[in-house]
């Protein structure tokens, strides 16, 4: 049931916590939302739906909030193999397949941290690895946390900083062990969800995929583009915008919003209302929108 219905609702579909790289617990972040004026938020933490429960419980009235993950995926049609993200809304989250595969990558994710940080401490640089996944609390371990402990050592100033070329961006950057992204949207829609590419072409965190693979990703099932998004420039939009009409995908904006892990706020981009309704009836999910 959508009980939230109107045209000027406000519309942000993709948000993290504290069960990722977030800084606002599952609790804090829907009443951030409610607080930001949105109607509706999604909470997409990496890799997990460990905050689902602790953000429904605390969900605010009049706020509606779309259970979803940033599923970690990897290209592998290039060399290097390229990685990026995939947006999962409303699927089901006792799919066995899709809770293997994301428990898979998020040990990985520990194992890739751990490694980041022994090449750091190699060159004389004094993180530990225990006190940052004391730090992460259980979340889905990522840059960000070790970004922090950088921070904490007063060796860089701000995370920008640290996911600089000779940081966790370039110089100290170990790949993970992703979901292969054609596998994850047959995964993601096996699990009744509506797949969603992030970000396709934000060209300043590194390498992006051809629009090529966009077009194969949509014959397997894609639903949608995440067009506005910080970290597109304008070019970068129009282009996203231009080839999911093309394609006939729909068009998505949300902030990506991480808490001071991040300067962008809740709701800085939204979603229109008939995409999101067009975005909930295509979700087939045990799960629904559950409305405060
Ligand atoms: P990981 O998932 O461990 O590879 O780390 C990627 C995460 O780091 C993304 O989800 C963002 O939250 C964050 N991130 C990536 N690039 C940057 C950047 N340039 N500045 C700040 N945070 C970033
Ligand atoms: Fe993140
Ligand atoms: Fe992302
Ligand atoms: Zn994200």
New binding site residues.
């Given amino acids: 049931m959508i009980s939230d219905s109107g045209p000027g609702r406000r519309i942000d579909l993709h948000a ?1 916590s504290t069960a ?2 977030g800084t606002l617990s599952p609790a804090e972040l829907v009443r951030a939302a409610a607080d930001a004026g949105l109607d509706v938020v999604a909470i997409t933490d ?1 890799d997990t739906t460990a905050g689902w429960a602790p953000a429904l419980a605390a969900l605010p009235a009049g706020l509606s909030l779309v259970r979803g993950a940033e599923l970690s995926c990897r290209w592998f049609g290039a060399d290097p193999p390229v990685p990026l993200h995939l947006l999962a809304y409303l699927f089901d989250p006792d799919h066995p397949e899709l809770v293997a595969e994301l428990a898979r990558v998020r040990t990985a994710r520990e194992e890739r941290g751990e490694r980041i940080v022994d090449l750091l401490r190699a060159d004389g640089i004094d993180v530990d690895w225990a006190e940052i996944l004391t730090a992460a609390a259980g979340g889905t371990v ?1 840059r ?1 946390h070790i970004a922090q402990a950088l921070i904490r050592a007063g060796l860089v100033g701000t995370t920008s900083e640290a996911f600089g070329p000779d940081w966790l961006g370039e110089r100290y950057r170990l790949p993970k062990e992703d979901i292969e992204v054609f596998h994850a949207v047959r995964l993601v829609r096996a699990a009744g969800g509506v797949p969603v590419f992030a970000h396709p072409r934000a060209s300043r965190r590194g390498r992006v995929v051809p629009d090529e693979l966009i077009a194969q990703l949509a014959a397997a099932g894609l639903a949608g583009l995440e067009v506005d998004h910080e970290d597109h420039s304008a070019e970068e939009r129009a282009h996203v915008r231009a080839l999911a009409a093309d394609l006939g995908l729909l068009v998505t904006g949300s902030s990506d919003f ?1 808490g001071t892990h991040k300067t962008v706020r809740l709701g800085a981009f939204t979603t229109a209302p008939d995409v999101y309704e067009r975005l909930v009836a295509e979700a087939g999910g045990v799960t629904g929108i559950a409305s405060g």
Avoid: I, K, N, R
Wanted: aromatic content about 0%; proline content about 14%; overall charge negative.
């Fill in positions: 993290h990722s790289d990496h990522g960000p991480h």
